[in-house]
Every structure is written in C-alpha cells, then in structure tokens.
C-alpha cells in the first residue's frame, strides 16, 4: 500500500534552517509528483510547490520561493523539503502529498510534520 | 492566484441530514476540483476529484457536482464519523489553492 513517511517533529531557532524528509514506498517514486503543503490555523492550507521525483523538475508559489528548496533522492524514494532563514511565522504542519501529473488531485498525504521556530 | 471561496465556515447538523458545502472559484477551473476531509491530528483525506468523481473506498453518501466557477459536495444521511473539517482545493493552475475549509459538527 502507498505510504508516506515524514521525519518528526521539529523546533529550530529563528534564522537557521531545517530538511524534512518524506519517504515514500508502495509504488513506483518516480511514477508520481510530490508535493509539500503548509497548514497553520490562520492562513489554511498552502501549497508550497511540486517535484517531479523523475526530472527533478520543480515549481514554487511564488510566496514560498527563497523560502523552501525541494529536492529528492531516488535512491531511497525520498523527497525533501528545505526550509530557510526561519522566522516564528513558518511554525506549522507541514505535509507532502502525491499527485500524478502536476496539475491533480492530491491522493495521498503523509502524517505531517510539525515545525516550531522558537528562540 | 485562482481564489477558493467555501462556505459555510462552519455547520451542525443531525444524523441522518444531508449536508451541502459549496466551494466558488475566483474565475473558471474546468471542473479541477478535489474536495477532502480531514479529522483532527490527521492529514487530508482525498474524497472527491474531478469535481464529481469518487476516490476508492470513500462511501458513496459522498458526492461532488459543479462546473465553472461552482462546485459542491454532498454528504447524504450524515454519519457521526463525518465530524471533520472539509476542504476545497483547485489543481487547475499554479498555485494549486485551497478553501478556508468547512468545519463540520453534529447538532
């Protein structure tokens, strides 16, 4: 069955960085495209960007640009999202999703992955 | 940015009532919708893509219509295992966006 494993929770400074991680297994990696969604109680849901785990190709919201840089390593069907130069208002759940084909429902999440940024 | 409107915010209702959510796109999507449902502590649960199709194993008291810029989903004889926050979302055009979300509780 297709699950997607994130990396635990987080609490990171104001001003560093942090990689979360997303592994994927059941079906073929590089089948699908990954995607990574932000969820806070005030703003909702947002969708931070895709990877195509094949090409490597990516897309950003442009709110989210020179804030977060997705990656992926084929060979462990792990996909990563690096978030940067944080402040307390990236504190939020963060969730990769999969889709096939970039512009397409979003079948299967992971559990989500909480930030805090916090001095 | 493609703007998701979805009301209500919130909504109780009883079981066995039929539950209507409405979604309105800030220009037309082309039926690129998904509507999920998410539980608390959970992640978002596909329910309904392509505006009206079913995803596997979701209960067929779900449904989705809507065309253009208007969409809804339908939850028919409400179940107490529908108390969830039901979201919006349109993949037709990046950035993929999605609706506030409607809180959904039992009267």
């Known amino acids: 069955q297709v699950q997607l494993q994130q990396s635990g929770a987080e609490l990171v400074k104001p001003g560093t960085s942090v990689k979360l991680s997303c592994k994927a297994s059941g079906y073929t990696f590089t089948s699908n495209h990954m995607n990574w969604i932000k969820q806070t109680t005030g703003q909702g849901l947002e969708w931070i960007g895709i990877?195509?785990?094949?090409?490597?190709?990516?897309s950003y919201n442009v709110k989210f640009k020179g804030k977060a840089t997705l990656t992926v390593d084929k060979s462990s069907s792990t996909a990563f999202m690096q978030l940067s130069s944080l402040t307390p208002e990236d504190s939020a759940v963060y969730y990769c999703a999969r889709n096939y084909g970039g512009y397409s429902e979003l079948d299967y999440w992971g559990q989500g992955v909480m930030v805090t940024v916090s001095s | 940015d493609i703007r998701m409107t979805q009301s209500p915010a919130s909504l109780s209702a009883s079981l066995g009532e039929t539950v209507n959510i409405e979604c309105l796109a800030s220009e037309d999507i082309y039926s690129d919708l998904a509507w999920y449902q998410q539980k608390p502590g959970k992640s978002p649960q596909l329910l309904i893509y392509?505006?009206?199709s079913l995803q596997n194993g979701v209960p067929s008291r779900f449904s989705g219509s809507g065309s253009g810029t208007q969409y809804s989903l339908k939850i028919n004889s409400l179940q107490s295992e529908d108390v969830a926050t039901y979201f919006c979302q349109q993949y037709n055009n990046y950035p993929n966006t999605f609706g506030a979300g409607t809180k959904l509780e039992l009267k």
């Open positions: 990877i195509n785990p094949g090409s490597g190709g990516t």
């Open positions: 392509n505006a009206n």
